[in-house]
Structure formats: C-alpha cells, structure tokens
C-alpha cells in the first residue's frame, strides 16, 4: 500500500477513538501514566521487538478469520468487524496496536478489571484498554457492543452492513458525523462484505435469543458506560414494521411484562405508529 493511504488510516485512527469515553477518574500524573506504560511495554517486549507494520490487505488477511469467527458468533457482520479495526487502529499499526493490542480503541470503564495504557486523547492520559493478544481485542470489541443501547442491532441480518454502519452512529458509537461514510468506504474500497454472510430465518432468530441474552446479563455493565449513559433518554418509542414486544422489551433493557406494565397493556398486541413507554 503506497505510504499516503497508511498516513491516512493513521490519521483516521486516531480521531476515532474519541467514540469510547471513559467513565471512571482519569486524573493521573504524566509520571503515573509513563511509568505505567513502560511497564506495559516491557511486559510486550518481545512482540513489540518483532513487530512488522502492516498494509491494509495484510492486515485483512491477518484478521479476517476472527472477524468472521466473531459474526457467526454474535451477527456482527465481519465487513464491520474489520472496516472498524483498520480504521481505529491505523490499519494494525497505531500506538496502541502496536503496545496494548488495542484494535478498536476502547477505553477503560467503571467494569474494566484488565490492565491499562495512557494515552491523550478527549482527555489528558485517557485510559485504554491493555490485551495480552490482538485476538483478544477482537472478541472484547464483540463484548463491548452487546450492551443495552447497541441491542437493537444484533437485530439486524448479519450481512446488512450498512444498517450497522448508520446503527453505530445512531447509537453513539462514534463522535464523528460522517462515521457511517467512513466505515462503508472501506468496506467497499476493500470488498470486505465479501466475507459476510446471510443466514436463515430460524439460525437468525437462535442467534439473537443467544446475545439477546448475553445482553441482559450485560445490562447492569452498560449502565455503567459512558456512552449508554450517553444514550438520549427519549421515553418513548414508536412501533415500527417488524416489531414486537419482545424484541422491543430486549433493545430497551425490559422484560415483556414490564413493557406491558409501563404500557398498561392486558395483551401483547401493538400496531404500527403506536407509542409505548420504555423506560421506568
């Protein structure tokens, strides 16, 4: 890849990871934060000794695998997976890639226990998430969108980038307004959509029961995240084609009978246009 196109990824990873805020208290010295890092890359030495640079396609070929892993796993469509890594981490080759295995620039929160790596960003020695391997990053990035004001994607067929593309956006994922252009740029630039695939009514509705529920054993985590707290508290919601109670109660964080209590509803029947009350 000509030099041009790595300084622009570069460039883009670097203002992408303004979309995870950190929640808990960043107020560390420079001391505290250098002494810190040099720890952490002491303890890579060996990989950060032997690292080589990556261009956009290597770094697609490296990591294809896990990305498409990570979609059959969870219905994140791998062309996501991999247009959100190159473009947050500068195609493998940002700072914290390279020292922390950090892919997707994702900040320490209240629930993070692992270790950590300071690094200006919003903030002065913002806090990032520290990974003993790359691969690693990848499934914590899974983890990190099965929370309660991302759920209504998992929602969405698996190769349907572009609804995740806006859905991201829409949900706070990312401060920049063209993220969405951005991500689907790549995709197409590289074919990454190439490597998503469609999957049958019944495989869709086993694979969100699945995360569905992953989520709601998440949702106590996600309050605790800066970007859900984030999240507008429109109480509110609209009844869209497609909908139903129970996928409506699982993208807000409910159980049905709550939805139906909130609602004063005596069954399960909604139609389109109809107005509920989501949150408590």
């Given at each position: ?15 992408a990871?303004t979309?995870?805020?950190?929640t ?7 001391r505290?934060a ?5 720890e ?10 032997n690292y ?5 396609l ?10 498409i892993?990570?979609m059959?796993?969870y219905?994140i469509p ?7 890594g190159?473009y ?18 994702i900040?320490c929160?209240?629930?993070w ?5 300071y690094k200006?960003?919003d903030?002065?020695n913002?806090?990032?998430?520290v990974?003993d391997?790359?691969e ?5 990035h899974?983890n ?5 004001n991302?759920?209504?994607l ?7 980038y572009?609804g ?13 307004p ?16 190439q490597y998503d695939?469609?999957?049958g009514?019944?495989q869709?509705?086993k ?5 569905f529920t992953?989520?709601?054993?998440n ?13 507008p ?6 009844v ?10 699982k993208r ?6 709550e ?6 509803m005596?069954d ?13």
């Open positions: 890849m000509r030099k041009s196109g790595f300084l622009l990824f570069s460039i883009l990873g670097l203002s990871c979309a995870h805020k950190l808990v208290d960043s107020s560390i010295s420079n505290q250098q002494r810190n890092n040099q952490i890359q002491a303890e890579h030495r060996d990989a950060i000794n080589q640079s990556y261009t956009s290597q770094y697609i070929e490296r990591f294809k695998a896990i990305a892993q990570e059959n796993l219905g791998a062309s996501i997976t991999l247009a959100q190159l947050e981490s500068g195609s493998g080759n940002s700072e914290l890639a390279k020292n922390a295995n950090n892919h997707f620039g900040k929160t209240s629930d226990k692992g270790k950590s790596y200006d960003d903030n002065k913002d806090c990032f998430r990974y391997r790359p690693d990053s990848f499934r914590d899974s990190f969108l099965k929370r309660k991302y759920a209504h998992f929602e969405l067929d698996k190769n349907d572009q995740w593309a806006y859905g991201l956006k829409a949900a706070g994922y990312a401060t920049n063209r993220y969405p252009q951005l991500l689907i740029g790549i995709i197409q630039k590289y074919n990454l959509d695939r469609p999957e009514t019944v869709k509705i694979r969100e029961d699945r995360v992953q989520i709601d054993q949702i106590g985590k996600a309050n605790q995240d800066s970007i859900a707290q984030a999240t508290g429109n109480k509110l919601y609209t869209q084609t497609g909908d139903t109670l129970y996928n409506i109660s807000f964080g409910l159980t049905v009978d939805l139906k209590t909130l609602n004063s005596a399960n029947n909604i139609k389109i246009g109809q107005q509920l009350v989501v949150a408590k």
